[in-house]
């Protein structure tokens, strides 16, 4: 007979988990408004957001480090711990490209984003904040799944993290046409690499949000 996951714990490690991921999408809000403001040349409250991003990403530092520190010793587990440690790893780097991505722009915040491009920004922005809230979908689910064990949650999981593969994919072809669009249209090679590596960064988010479904779908596998 099979002993439900988080009847094992006094403190279920998912619990901690959903904390770090409601870290994640409080972040990238922060995220998707600092980039708006860096679009309105009107806008003087970008530094505001970066910081507010970065006393999010410390906060949940600070989670992820009691989530590694209080797993109990000993204690039987369907999945292995280190899963789990690999599973908060990616999601965690969820927030890493975040911050990167703002650092990068607070690097060099002039010329900023030409106007043919903003569209194509804005739009790759909401395909990876989509999957971060598929995400969120996903270990709100599974952590259902390991208190019942239940086949028809279990399909459940199964079928966000398809639907996170397919998001990501999304965001890939989103990402590669706004890389076509800059070297069309930008002549400058500081802009050009500014630019692309600013377009890579922000893609690598939903990178690492599918690579958490694929942890996800070890941690559920059978």
């Known amino acids: 007979m099979r002993i439900p996951f988080l009847s094992l714990f006094i403190t279920s490690p998912f619990d901690g988990l959903l904390e770090h991921a409601k870290k994640v999408k409080d972040c990238v809000w922060a995220f998707q408004r600092a980039i708006e403001c860096h679009f309105s040349k009107q806008c003087e409250a970008f530094e505001a957001f970066r ?79 989509t999957a971060i809230e598929e995400m969120c979908k996903m270990l709100l689910e599974a952590k259902k799944y390991f208190e019942t064990f239940n086949k028809t949650q279990r399909n459940l999981v199964k079928e966000i993290i398809r639907n996170i593969r397919r998001m990501e994919h999304d ?52």
């Open 51 to 129: 910081q507010e991003v970065i006393v999010l990403e410390s906060e949940a530092d600070a989670i992820k480090r009691r989530i590694r520190g209080h797993l109990p010793k000993g204690t039987m587990m369907p999945v292995d711990k280190f899963q789990l440690f690999r599973y908060l790893k990616e999601q965690d780097s969820v927030l890493d490209r975040v911050e990167d991505a703002l650092d990068w722009i607070f690097y060099r915040p002039e010329p900023g984003i030409p106007e043919a491009l903003k569209t194509d920004f804005l739009l790759l922005i909401d395909s990876n904040i």
């Open 171 to 222: 965001a890939d072809k989103v990402e590669d046409g706004l890389k076509r669009k800059i070297f069309e249209i930008i002549s400058d090679p500081i802009s050009v690499f500014h630019l692309v590596q600013l377009t890579e960064i922000i893609g690598n988010i939903a990178d690492h949000v599918e690579d958490s479904g694929d942890m996800m779908r070890a941690m559920i596998a059978k």
